[in-house]
């Protein structure tokens, strides 16, 4: 086997994947390769035999195949046996995944990333991991577009306002316009106009007087949408609130289940 590992750069079609690779990843996994490649370069080649098949890297390169990248830089192990190769395709997975962390570190190393104002999301580690680290209270670096809905308490007052009067939808209507007069493909043009409605802005103080002059029907379907919530248990199993561990089990002790039953 040479020991002269030269990085080229291969059309991603010439690039064959190993039929037989047990190693799965998923559509999310497969995002988080996208986004780390798109903030810092492909910095690992994929490997590949002398015939272009993948011996590592097949998350890479369906992640370049997502950022629509033509080329990506490879790596050939030449002079493998047959038993490397295939030994190879498991042990570059399983070796990485036989490694630990020092907790107090990658802590440490995390909150110093947020006070740079870095992108923590790019780290790959979940919302629940990121608690677990960092704590309840610790404020990380979310995708804005990916929180949990927030929403503020009114107290409804007034006549019922009109339902045009509830939301601005003008930076929406803009951006839809301009992504119909692009000429993306029609699949890419849908995706980003329903994704434009992430711009509407709701007005909350009104959207509470709309729902108390509403039919029970409108009424249950504002709720299923977050846009108010009546039943807070409801809301924390729908995901719209999200307790704390230890508020979370001295809510269990003051509102016990038998307490909701009709004396």
């Known amino acids: 086997m040479s020991n002269n590992l030269e990085v080229r750069y291969v059309s991603v079609d010439e690039i064959i994947p190993y039929a037989n690779n047990s190693r799965t990843h998923s559509d999310q996994q497969v995002t988080q390769v996208a986004a780390s490649i798109k903030e810092f370069g492909f910095t690992n080649p994929i490997l590949v035999d002398e015939e272009n098949t993948i011996i590592a890297g097949h998350g890479r390169l369906q992640a370049a195949k ?35 962390w020092d907790f107090e570190l990658l802590q440490a190393e995390i909150q110093h990333l947020q006070e740079l104002d870095f992108s923590i999301d790019l780290l790959g580690f979940d919302e629940k991991e990121l608690i677990e680290l960092l704590g309840d209270d610790n404020q990380f670096d979310e995708n804005a577009y990916t929180k949990k809905v927030d929403i503020p308490i009114y107290e409804p007052q007034g006549d019922k306002p009109d339902v045009k009067d509830l939301y601005d939808d003008s930076k929406t209507f803009d951006l839809v316009e301009k992504i119909k007069e692009s000429n993306l493909p029609q699949e890419e043009k849908d995706f980003l106009m329903l994704a434009a409605g992430r711009h509407t802005v709701l007005n909350f103080e009104l959207i509470a007087n709309y729902y108390a002059h509403s ?4 009424q249950e379907l504002m709720e299923d949408n977050a846009l108010v919530i009546i039943d807070f248990e409801k809301a924390i199993e729908n995901g719209y609130v999200v307790l704390s561990e230890k508020i979370s089990e001295q809510y269990l002790v003051d509102y016990p289940e038998s307490d909701d039953d009709e004396e």
């Open 66 to 100: 997502k950022l629509t990248l033509t080329e990506v830089p490879v790596i050939t192990l030449e002079g493998l046996t047959d038993a490397q190769r295939k030994a190879y395709v498991i042990a570059d997975n399983k070796l990485a995944m036989n490694a630990g």
């Open 215 to 218: 039919s029970q029907e409108c």
